[in-house]
């Protein structure tokens, strides 16, 4: 836990989070503090730095296209996992919902960027991955299990911690898409276990 004090105050306030950027020296930090109504000292509850070149410039415009189209293409994976034209709605609803839902809980600077970006051809990112899906319904899952994994190779320009926030936000989304429908009274089916773990596996990390 980073303390940032405004006015080099010491006192740490409640209060709702909103993201900033500070800059220190030649680095800039990216973090989301809380301010107090009564007061203007801050806290960071965790800080990622990048390099003044900004944290999106750190990745190829491919790479960048696919952390951004990533957590649609999870989420299409694991809804093709066990299609279910009962729970389609909410598991599509669920798709265009949960990746800002999650991103604000992530401590993802990443995941902030990219929702930011997102929300503003948001249909456009689903769509893709559905017509992507409809292609090649049998290749679908190996295609997004690549770029899972291409994902965790330019996640290696950034910190750590940062990295794996994001990848932890993309799965819990898909968690989330799976739960939306309910198949078999189960919250996820086991079609969709096997996809998140196929998937949690070329991301590098555990569910």
Known sequence: MFKFPCSLAGIVCGGLPRRSSIKMGMRFYTCFIREDEHCKNLIIPRLSHYDSMGLKEAFTEDEWKNLVSLPYAISMAVIAAAPNIMGLWGETKSMMQEPPNLAASSGSALAGLIIAEAQAHLKDLVSEQ????????????????????????????????????????VLAVGVKVAEASKEDANAVSDPEKVALGELSAALGVSM
Request: glycine residues 2%.
């Open 130 to 169: 559905q017509h992507l899906w409809k292609q090649d319904q049998a290749g679908y899952r190996t295609k997004v299990v690549a770029a899972c994994k291409s994902a965790a190779a330019a996640l290696d320009k950034v910190p750590p911690e940062e990295a794996l926030a994001y990848k932890k936000w």
